[in-house]
Structure formats: structure tokens, C-alpha cells
């Protein structure tokens, strides 16, 4: 017998949250007055974490994909998949426009080199870029003033037949905060404003569901939304869960009860001791532990349902195992089953929070060694 252990991908649920989204777009494009944006669902990190096979089923109605790596571009490709697909971070040296020309990638260019390199390449075809400015978030990006004449260049490239589309775009480091995006906007509103027409692409998930009305589009623009860890049934929100959007857990962490221990009062739990029983209690053992991509950090208290109860973790998280109290589950014994996070559990972003991190690091996180099934 295998490990009681594995991790569920419901390409089910990823259809059901790009139809939220298209949704939610549409409503807000027919309330503007415009047209909807179109949706790069956004698959970097092997589809955080659940498969890129999986995400190209399960995102077959979007409009276009986005990711980094130029490999994972290819398995799209070669999945079938036949519509746009975004380098997020563009091309990194020379040769990897071989493979943006032979497999028709649309890329991100976010610095001068870029544009020499596109400048001295030989292709068969016009590769689609868009112009990335850095708003504020100084991560990538043309700085304000150098954008312009950046982009005067990627018209000049567009001239001579080596470049298509030459769209604008930025990204926001507050859209899920206080902050939000008017700061940004308006260098990006500021910073474009009477250049060539072409398309436009600025919100991540946060700005998509909170700030849509930026992405409405008319008869001159055509704008692009990139949401990606909304798609996957979890939060960008620290003050909003994700089934109050209507989202579903696209992966489901499951594992069973491997012993029951009856300690007395005073008795500790787990190395370091750092949970002492308070009084008589039955503990659980689970089989899933930081070596399967649980975080270690979680503490006493984090959500985790057994037999369908919700129940705590109590102690330290260990290499293969963590334990769980079963006072609520007075009928837990060996091979109860087990959710860790996702259906019919405790939702990620729950289990991130007493973690002290974010959904986005445990759903890429769950280890190889953890057996995956589509269902």
C-alpha cells in the first residue's frame, strides 16, 4: 500500500472559476458600457502547483494563457492548445526567440536589451510583445521616462516587419491593500496616454475582481486581465475569502489518521513540546508533515477536518507527520480520513494565514513525493 497520502486537481473547479471571472467581467463591461476584457489565465509555477496539462483542460475557455517559463510554453503547445500565450517575463538571451518565433508567443519586454535582442533576430513571423512600464511596483519594467522612446523603438521594429502588436503594460504591487491601484493607474494613464493604439493589460487577480472597470475596453483598446491565483479557488484578499466570490478549491491535500494516542494532562506533543495537554486527550496522528509541503510553521490552532469535523493542529509540524486533536471526533480511529486543505476541508488561504504566508506558497509547494490524481 502507498503512503495515505495525495493531493486532488479538479479541473472542474478551474472552469467553474474562469466562467466567475468571465462573469464578473461581462457584468462589469455591460454596466461601462464597453467590452469585456479578455482573459490570460495566468498558469506560471506549473499552474501553482496543479499542472499544466490540467490548467490548459481546465482554462480551455480563456482567451489566452501567461506564464515564465518557455518550457512550460511549449507543453501547452504541444497539449494542444492553440490560442495566445504570454511570456510574463519575456525572453531571457538570443536563442530563446527561436523557440518565441517556432511556437508563436506573444512576450513581455521589459528592457532595453530585449529590444536589441528583437532588433538583430532573424524570424519568420512578427512577434507580438507587450511594453511593460513600471508604475511603482520596481520589480520590472521601462522607467516613466525612458518609455516613450522605448516604445517609439517598438514601432519603428513593428515598421520593418519584425515585431506585431506592440501593446502597453504594468503591474500592481497594491491592488489586494488600502493602496489600490489610482496611484499607479495614473503614471500608467499618464506615461501612455497618446501613443499608438494597441492592446493593454494591467490587472492581476486583485485589480480583476476589485477594480474591473479599469479593464473595460472600446472600440480602440482591447484590454487584457491576467488573473492567476483566484482561478485556482483562493484569495488574493487578506479581508476576503474566496468562496465569497463564488470560487471553488481546485486542489484538495488529503491524507488518513495513522494512530490515535490517549495522553493525560500535563502530557506534551511533538518535538520541542510546544503543546502541552490541557487536560486527558485523544491526538491523532496524520501522515503529512513539512517534507510533503505542509507548512512547518503552521501552529496549534490551524484548521484541519477529520471525518468531516473540523478540528485543530496541535504541536510542531514534523518531517512526515503532525498531529490533531480528536476531542471533537470522539469516532476517529486508524485510516479516518483526512483533509489538510481544499474540499470538504479548511480552505488553503485559512491554513497560509497560521502559517504566517499565503495560499500561493502551499498550493506550489506540495512535494512530488505526494501522489497526484485528477478527478
Not at 205 to 228: C, F, K, M, N
Not at 291 to 311: E, I, L, N, S
Not at 315 to 337: E, N, Q, W, Y
Request: proline share 6%; with cysteine.
Amino acid at each position: 500500500m502507498p503512503r495515505p497520502i495525495s493531493v486532488s486537481i479538479a479541473p472542474a473547479a478551474l472552469r467553474h472559476n474562469l466562467s466567475v471571472v468571465r462573469e464578473h467581467l461581462d457584468r462589469t463591461a455591460e454596466r461601462a458600457g464597453g467590452t469585456p476584457a479578455s482573459i490570460w489565465a495566468v498558469i506560471k509555477a506549473n499552474a501553482y502547483g496543479h499542472g499544466i496539462e490540467q490548467a490548459v483542460s481546465g482554462f480551455s475557455d480563456a482567451q489566452g494563457l501567461a506564464m515564465l517559463d518557455l518550457q512550460e510554453a511549449v507543453r501547452c503547445r504541444e497539449a494542444g492548445w492553440g490560442g495566445p500565450i504570454l511570456l510574463l517575463e519575456g525572453f531571457f538571451e538570443p536563442d530563446d526567440l527561436d523557440i518565441v518565433d517556432r511556437y508563436h508567443l506573444t512576450t513581455s519586454v521589459h528592457n532595453r536589451e530585449q529590444l536589441d535582442m528583437l532588433a538583430h533576430a532573424k524570424l519568420s513571423r512578427r512577434v507580438d510583445i507587450m511594453l511593460k512600464l513600471n508604475t511603482g511596483m520596481n520589480r520590472l519594467g521601462f522607467s516613466a521616462h525612458s518609455y516613450g522612446p522605448a516604445h517609439a523603438r517598438a514601432l519603428q521594429l513593428q515598421e520593418r516587419g519584425q515585431l506585431g502588436t506592440v501593446g502597453k503594460m504594468t503591474h500592481f504591487a497594491c491592488a489586494d491593500g488600502e493602496q489600490g491601484v489610482a496611484a499607479q493607474m495614473n503614471v500608467f494613464n499618464a506615461n501612455t496616454q497618446g501613443l499608438a493604439a494597441g492592446p493593454v493589460s494591467v490587472c492581476n487577480s486583485a485589480a480583476t475582481l476589485r477594480y474591473a472597470e479599469i479593464a473595460v475596453g472600446d472600440a480602440q483598446t482591447t484590454h487584457w486581465v491576467r488573473p492567476g491565483i483566484c482561478l485556482y479557488g483562493a484569495s488574493p484578499f487578506a479581508d476576503a475569502d474566496a468562496a465569497s466570490f463564488g470560487l471553488r478549491p481546485a486542489m484538495t491535500l488529503r491524507s488518513e489518521l495513522l494512530s490515535v494516542q490517549e495522553i493525560p494532562a500535563g502530557a506534551a506533543v511533538g518535538y520541542g513540546a510546544t503543546f502541552t495537554a490541557p487536560a486527558p486527550m485523544r491526538i491523532g496522528v496524520v501522515a503529512c508533515g513539512y517534507a510533503d509541503g505542509y507548512p512547518r510553521h503552521a501552529g496549534t490552532g490551524t484548521p484541519v477536518t477529520v471525518g468531516g469535523v473540523t478540528t485543530r493542529l496541535v504541536g510542531r509540524v514534523s518531517m512526515d507527520m503532525l498531529m490533531v486533536d480528536l476531542d471533537p471526533v470522539p469516532g476517529a480511529a486508524f485510516g479516518t480520513p483526512v483533509v489538510l486543505w481544499g474540499e470538504g476541508g479548511p480552505s488553503v488561504d485559512e491554513v497560509a494565514t497560521h502559517a504566517g504566508t499565503i495560499g500561493y506558497e502551499l498550493l506550489c509547494a506540495v512535494a512530488p513525493r505526494v501522489p497526484r490524481f485528477v478527478v
